[in-house]
């Protein structure tokens, strides 16, 4: 590949560059300029976090050809603003709140910028048109829209409220300012693609593509002697253990015999660059022999399935047993069974997972976005027979997480890339391994078996739920009990009787995802309650308000509330709005 | 690797000697929101030159032409330059809203008109409206130029008449909508943006001077068969009829008869069939009312 010299005009400064002649606009600003406000987030043009503006019209950088550039004025996040002349934009998005994770917030604020140098005045339509390219998962939208139309506003020379109120005892009761939204809307917040090492090498890992399969051999001869490629690691060189889990020690960083899930780690590579990176994954031979793969839990249950791990397909059996469940069904006037299935929910955060891994003076020093920075600490130094003083994880941004960054992703293999090289190495997950490799939302299938007096008020509970785990642990078992206690979510009940199972299969492994094992359960019982009220004659909001709990319930662990439960006055608050106008959600 | 060589053509006399100095190793890129993608993942063979002819002035642009009797859009025009043209939303309105509707704005500030039709896709934003409005595109070759309609341009899904290391489409040309005529879009998407369409149905009409009778009709469907989809049968059951409620049934059961929709994860087959009828209705009712007439 030919490098040619090209001149990129940035933010008003002509740049000549060399670059190679199929480099995106999105590398020759990150990687020759040192422009890290434009992020890589899915690398096809199909999250907009790489957003920046040319000849003032708002594009995907990651698939603008850099030499394209050439002749056009291209403005970056740090074009429009620092902290010292900071842009209308940026500062209405730290005013209303509209930064969280900052990831998706260079784009967001340059597709706005776009807009109000066209449209001075636009309405909410062409706000949420003009955005419509920029993909936040943290937000929802609303206080971007909100931001946007103040900043039109300020740029129209009018004065806009300003939520902040100087402290002046504390800060409980009052909106404060985000001690980390002003390097996010200026493009400054380090994320950990963002930061560099001198001397630093690129790491990526070969993925099983079979759910079920024996490794017979892996061959790492062809990567190590291909130029450029410092390390080819597979399971026997991990130093110490090669067993991770917060719960259950059950996943191996680097399969040694068995896969378990598609794109499950088999060999690591680490070399001066991402392309030899790739070029050095190719020259790995692995010798496989396919075993039957088992996807649904019930199927994985039977005595006959493949057998996922050696101890047994049912990784966890939660059982809650309160009052006498028999009793309960005897008092009930209505009885109302029904079956749910829920889905796998990906978190698809826009910052892919991405480590920074050096030994600095024997301790190894991982940079990474997470969110269990202990646990990967214990781990890493677990791998590397470390003593764990001889770990640091240093948390960079996060670039959303949603639960699944609290697992172990890209750390591991940075470290014991850089443990094996001597240098600092980085690795950082494509969007495609962040899909196949993250863990998930369980999906669950749940069957409910409800009892309820005439009067609407519940008197027995029958609950089995069967989560789908995947192929490891992860956080699932907790998640499960949280699901099994939350199994009738806010209501009390005399008799309850919870079976709870997580099931060790073939497809990609359950984990904490936002709300941890609750969300599963609420369309459920929500469903069935509604079903009690149309029985007993009561309205949606009167057959909750009899069932709720309320100080001396006790839930379904058998815990008696004392204060500090606000079911009844959250109903209180919000019936009457859920259908306006209808006396559907009236008390 | 995504490619070898990057060469940015200034003008179709450069390109042209770009195409015969590569000798069928260089390939006509213009936006390159879809080719870009496509080689970012499988990589290039050696030695592939990517032509850029998105920067020839003589491409780009929309203008009235023949004395107003057709409408000349430049094939390196930008689907946004088309969403906020003028002309093409009085004169080609389906164009407008498919060109508003494709990607998201910063696909839409690079994706020209004619990279969609080249891409030869059988749902294409642009594509479909163009093919209601009866377009036909310039090929121009070192050698030779010709006007090729649209609904002989495709062969197959991705495949089209046009080959990309010696031909180049320069222009598109369609007859503006009359006093009498409006076009316009139907789009069925699981989101507003990011999307390419579950269901998309594009309908022109042109109506007699006391807007009594159809007296052209065309409706384009994608994707419901290998290439964008004339429904010809509901169009030609059309022709000569009086504007009514009645006609425009008609011509959606005969549309959602003829059209061949398959499952994919965008849709199942047979809710696009049904679909079929639902959004072909909705288009020409949609031309219909935005010309006055009430049926």
Same mark, same amino acid.
């Given at each position: 590949?030919?490098?040619?010299?090209?001149?990129?005009?940035?933010?008003?400064?002509?740049?000549?560059?060399?670059?190679?002649?199929?480099?995106?606009?999105?590398?020759?600003?990150?990687?020759?300029?040192?422009?890290?406000?434009?992020?890589?987030?899915?690398?096809?043009?199909?999250?907009?976090?790489?957003?920046?503006?040319?000849?003032?019209?708002?594009?995907?950088?990651?698939?603008?050809?850099?030499?394209?550039?050439?002749?056009?004025?291209?403005? &970056?996040?740090?074009?429009?603003?620092?902290?010292?002349?900071?842009?209308?934009?940026?500062?209405?998005?730290?005013?209303?709140?509209?930064?969280?994770?900052?990831?998706?917030?260079?784009?967001?604020?340059?597709?706005?910028?776009?807009?109000?140098?066209?449209?001075?005045?636009?309405?909410?339509?062409?706000?949420?048109?003009?955005?419509?390219?920029?993909?936040?998962?943290?937000?929802?939208?609303?206080?971007?829209?909100?931001?946007?139309?103040?900043?039109?506003?300020?740029?129209?020379?009018?004065?806009?409220?300003?939520?902040?109120?100087?402290?002046?005892?504390?800060?409980?009761?009052?909106?404060?300012?985000?001690?980390?939204?002003?390097?996010?809307?200026?493009?400054?917040?380090?994320?950990?693609?963002?930061?560099?090492?001198?001397?630093?090498?690129?790491?990526?890992?070969?993925?099983?593509?079979?759910?079920?399969?024996?490794?017979?051999?892996?061959?790492?001869?062809?990567?190590?002697?291909?130029?450029?490629?410092?390390?080819?690691?597979?399971?026997?060189?991990?130093?110490?253990?090669?067993?991770?889990?917060?719960?259950?020690?059950?996943?191996?960083?680097?399969? @040694?015999?068995?896969?378990?899930?598609?794109?499950?780690?088999?060999?690591?590579?680490?070399?001066?660059?991402?392309?030899?990176?790739? @070029?050095?994954?190719?020259?790995?031979?692995?010798?496989?022999?396919?075993?039957?793969?088992?996807?649904?839990?019930?199927?994985?249950?039977?005595?006959?399935?493949?057998?996922?791990?050696?101890?047994?397909?049912?990784?966890?059996?939660?059982?809650?047993?309160?009052?006498?469940?028999?009793?309960?069904?005897?008092?009930?006037?209505?009885?109302?069974?029904?079956?749910?299935?829920?889905? &796998?929910?990906?978190?698809?955060?826009?910052?892919?997972?991405?480590?920074?891994?050096?030994?600095?003076?024997?301790? #190894?020093?991982?940079?990474?976005?997470?969110?269990?920075?202990?646990?990967?600490?214990?781990?890493?130094?677990?791998?590397?027979?470390?003593?764990?003083?001889?770990?640091?994880?240093?948390?960079?941004?996060?670039?959303?997480?949603?639960?699944?960054?609290?697992?172990?992703?890209?750390?591991?293999?940075?470290?014991?890339?850089?443990?094996?090289?001597?240098?600092?190495?980085?690795?950082?997950?494509?969007? @495609?391994?962040?899909?196949?490799?993250?863990?998930?939302?369980?999906?669950?299938?749940?069957?409910?078996?409800?009892?309820?007096?005439?009067?609407?008020?519940?008197?027995?509970?029958?609950?089995?739920?069967?989560?789908?785990?995947?192929?490891?642990?992860?956080?699932?078992?907790?998640?499960?009990?949280?699901?099994?206690?939350?199994?009738?979510?806010?209501?009390?009940?005399?008799?309850?009787?919870?079976?709870?199972?997580?099931?060790?299969?073939?497809?990609?492994?359950?984990?904490? #995802?936002?709300?941890?094992?609750?969300?599963?359960?609420?369309?459920?019982?929500?469903?069935?309650?509604?079903?009690?009220?149309?029985?007993?004659?009561?309205?949606?909001?009167?057959?909750?308000?009899?069932?709720?709990?309320?100080?001396?319930?006790?839930?379904?662990?058998?815990?008696?509330?004392?204060?500090?439960?606000?079911?009844? @006055?959250?109903?209180?608050? &919000?019936?009457?709005?859920?259908?306006?106008?209808?006396?559907?959600?009236?008390? | 690797?995504?490619?070898?060589?990057?060469?940015?053509?200034?003008?179709?006399?450069?390109?042209?000697?770009?195409?015969?100095?590569?000798?069928?190793?260089?390939?006509?890129?213009?936006?390159?929101?879809?080719?870009?993608?496509?080689?970012?993942?499988?990589?290039?063979?050696?030695?592939?030159?990517?032509?850029?002819?998105?920067?020839? %002035?003589?491409?780009?642009?929309?203008?009235?032409?023949?004395?107003?009797?057709?409408?000349?859009?430049? =094939?390196?025009?930008?689907?946004?330059?088309?969403?906020?043209?003028?002309?093409?939303?009085?004169?080609?309105?389906?164009?407008?809203?498919?060109? %508003?509707?494709?990607?998201?704005?910063?696909?839409?500030?690079? =994706?020209?008109?004619?990279?969609?039709?080249?891409?030869?896709?059988?749902?294409?934003?642009?594509?479909?409206?163009?093919?209601?409005?009866?377009?036909?595109?310039?090929?121009?070759?070192?050698?030779?130029?010709?006007?090729?309609?649209?609904?002989?341009?495709?062969?197959?899904?991705? !495949?089209?008449?046009?080959?990309?290391?010696?031909?180049?489409?320069?222009?598109?040309?369609?007859?503006?909508?009359?006093?009498?005529?409006? %076009?316009?879009?139907? !789009?069925?998407?699981?989101?507003?943006?990011?999307?390419?369409?579950?269901?998309?149905?594009?309908?022109?009409?042109?109506?007699?001077?006391?807007?009594?009778?159809?007296?052209?009709? !065309?409706?384009?469907?994608?994707?419901?068969?290998?290439?964008?989809?004339?429904?010809?049968?509901?169009?030609?059951?059309?022709?000569?009829?009086?504007?009514?409620?009645?006609?425009?049934?008609?011509?959606?059961?005969?549309?959602?008869?003829?059209?061949?929709? !398959?499952?994919?994860?965008?849709?199942?087959?047979?809710?696009?069939?049904?679909?079929?009828?639902?959004?072909?209705?909705?288009?020409?009712?949609?031309?219909?009312? %935005?010309?006055?007439?009430?049926?």
């Amino acid at each position: 590949m030919s490098m040619r010299s090209i001149s990129l005009n940035v933010n008003g400064v002509v740049k000549d560059i060399s670059v190679s002649e199929d480099t995106v606009l999105l590398d020759a600003l990150r990687d020759h300029l040192g422009l890290t406000g434009a992020k890589r987030g899915c690398g096809k043009g199909e999250c907009g976090a790489c957003t920046v503006l040319v000849d003032n019209l708002p594009v995907m950088s990651c698939i603008y050809p850099a030499i394209k550039a050439e002749g056009r004025s291209i403005v &970056t996040i740090e074009g429009i603003g620092d902290d010292r002349t900071i842009h209308p934009v940026q500062k209405q998005f730290i005013e209303k709140g509209a930064v969280q994770c900052g990831f998706c917030t260079p784009g967001l604020i340059l597709s706005s910028k776009a807009l109000l140098d066209r449209k001075p005045h636009p309405d909410e339509r062409e706000i949420r048109v003009a955005i419509s390219g920029n993909l936040c998962r943290c937000t929802g939208y609303t206080k971007v829209v909100e931001a946007i139309g103040a900043a039109a506003s300020e740029l129209r020379g009018q004065v806009v409220s300003s939520y902040r109120r100087e402290p002046k005892t504390g800060s409980i009761g009052r909106s404060i300012t985000r001690v980390d939204s002003l390097p996010k809307v200026t493009g400054k917040a380090v994320f950990t693609d963002d930061m560099s090492l001198p001397n630093m090498l690129f790491a990526g890992v070969l993925r099983s593509p079979y759910p079920s399969a024996r490794i017979n051999s892996i061959d790492c001869s062809g990567a190590l002697s291909h130029p450029g490629v410092r390390a080819a690691l597979t399971a026997k060189d991990i130093p110490g253990s090669n067993r991770f889990g917060i719960i259950v020690k059950d996943q191996p960083y680097l399969v @040694e015999e068995r896969v378990r899930f598609v794109g499950e780690p088999l060999a690591v590579v680490a070399a001066e660059t991402r392309e030899l990176v790739k @070029e050095g994954l190719n020259k790995i031979r692995v010798d496989y022999t396919e075993l039957p793969a088992v996807f649904v839990p019930e199927e994985a249950m039977k005595p006959n399935a493949p057998r996922v791990h050696d101890t047994g397909n049912i990784l966890h059996h939660r059982k809650i047993r309160k009052g006498n469940i028999e009793e309960g069904f005897a008092k009930a006037d209505i009885i109302i069974e029904k079956t749910f299935t829920s889905q &796998t929910v990906e978190h698809a955060y826009i910052e892919p997972e991405a480590a920074l891994a050096h030994m600095d003076h024997g301790q #190894m020093i991982v940079y990474c976005c997470s969110q269990a920075p202990h646990y990967y600490r214990n781990e890493i130094a677990s791998m590397l027979a470390f003593p764990i003083n001889k770990v640091r994880i240093v948390r960079l941004a996060t670039g959303g997480g949603f639960g699944a960054k609290i697992e172990l992703t890209a750390q591991p293999y940075a470290a014991l890339c850089s443990y094996f090289t001597g240098r600092p190495v980085k690795y950082v997950f494509t969007r @495609e391994e962040s899909v196949i490799t993250s863990t998930k939302r369980h999906a669950f299938n749940l069957h409910y078996k409800l009892g309820a007096t005439k009067e609407g008020k519940l008197t027995a509970a029958r609950v089995t739920i069967i989560s789908n785990g995947g192929a490891y642990a992860s956080y699932g078992p907790a998640v499960l009990t949280r699901s099994a206690t939350m199994a009738i979510g806010p209501y009390e009940c005399p008799h309850v009787h919870v079976d709870a199972y997580e099931v060790y299969t073939n497809y990609p492994i359950g984990g904490a #995802m936002r709300g941890f094992g609750a969300p599963q359960m609420a369309p459920c019982h929500e469903a069935i309650m509604d079903e009690i009220g149309r029985r007993c004659g009561l309205s949606p909001i009167e057959v909750r308000r009899r069932n709720l709990l309320r100080p001396g319930s006790s839930t379904t662990t058998n815990q008696v509330l004392e204060h500090g439960i606000g079911a009844l @006055e959250t109903l209180k608050q &919000t019936s009457g709005r859920a259908w306006p106008g209808s006396d559907r959600g009236a008390i | 690797m995504r490619w070898e060589t990057y060469k940015v053509a200034r003008s179709l006399e450069e390109a042209f000697g770009c195409l015969e100095q590569f000798q069928g190793k260089a390939r006509v890129i213009a936006g390159g929101t879809d080719l870009v993608v496509q080689l970012s993942e499988r990589g290039a063979d050696s030695g592939m030159v990517l032509l850029d002819i998105s920067s020839i %002035s003589d491409m780009r642009g929309v203008k009235i032409a023949d004395g107003g009797k057709e409408i000349m859009v430049g =094939a390196a025009t930008t689907m946004a330059e088309l969403a906020q043209s003028e002309i093409i939303a009085k004169y080609g309105r389906a164009l407008a809203l498919g060109a %508003s509707c494709m990607g998201a704005p910063q696909i839409r500030n690079v =994706a020209t008109i004619g990279g969609n039709v080249v891409n030869a896709q059988p749902a294409a934003d642009g594509t479909i409206p163009l093919l209601a409005l009866g377009a036909e595109a310039r090929v121009v070759s070192a050698k030779a130029e010709k006007w090729i309609a649209l609904e002989e341009l495709f062969l197959d899904v991705g !495949r089209s008449l046009v080959n990309p290391s010696e031909e180049i489409i320069t222009h598109f040309r369609f007859k503006p909508s009359a006093e009498t005529g409006s %076009s316009s879009l139907q !789009r069925l998407a699981k989101r507003k943006a990011f999307t390419l369409p579950t269901l998309l149905v594009a309908a022109m009409v042109r109506l007699d001077g006391g807007k009594q009778f159809f007296e052209e009709v !065309r409706i384009a469907v994608g994707p419901v068969a290998r290439t964008p989809w004339l429904a010809r049968e509901a169009a030609d059951g059309l022709r000569g009829s009086p504007v009514s409620q009645e006609a425009i049934e008609k011509a959606g059961a005969a549309a959602k008869l003829a059209a061949h929709p !398959r499952d994919s994860l965008r849709g199942g087959a047979e809710y696009r069939k049904e679909m079929v009828e639902v959004l072909t209705k909705r288009a020409i009712l949609e031309c219909v009312t %935005s010309l006055g007439v009430n049926v």
